[in-house]
């Protein structure tokens, strides 16, 4: 069957929906954004419509091949698994262990806790100082991973997408961690992470376009 092209439902300043628009630019898909503001109208996320889309009232969500998939990570295993040129994960089973691994630390250990859910909880006053501890706490453990497993990327020399966005948005000094501003800047050179940067997205706000 012939599937229309691909939707993502994204924020421009959601990490997860970036690593997804990574990938879809590394595979070169084509693909329709829909943004969805977390902020705007009490959060976009809460519509009905949406809520049909991903339960979780989370973003992203990608339409994609007559299917509706949430969660930036099985986005981009559905992603590898069928389109697998150019690959994103290594072919060397330990290799691919190490990048989801790395993925785990990123997805469960850091960008839940500093989530706009989670921070609404720990008040407004409170808000940077605890993203910025569970952001620094999650690299310290990043860097030492990296340090077994890094070549001129992540994992060895094949590209692999987590971004930093997240020390930028909540101000943290990445002076500590040398391994992890290395292959961020290595990576902020590919055209794939320019063209999803949350700062050239369609609903990034005239102020915060580059």
Known sequence: PVFPQPILYSYF??????????????????????????IKDGGQQFSEEFQALNPMKQVPALKIDGITIAQSLAIIEYLEETRPTPRLLPQDPKKRAQVRMISDVITSGIQPLQNLSVLKQVGQENQLTWAQKAIRSGFNALEQVLWSTAGKYCVGDEVSPPPVFLCHRFK???????????????????????????????????????
């Open 13 to 38: 300043r959601s990490s997860c929906s970036w690593r997804v628009r990574i990938a879809l630019a590394l595979k070169s898909i084509d693909y329709e954004t829909i943004p969805i503001n977390l």
């Open 172 to 210: 943290v000094d990445l002076t500590p961690y040398p391994t992890i501003s290395r292959i961020n800047k290595t990576l902020m050179a590919l055209e794939a992470f320019q063209v999803s940067h949350p700062c050239r997205q369609p609903d990034t706000p005239p102020e915060l376009r580059a």
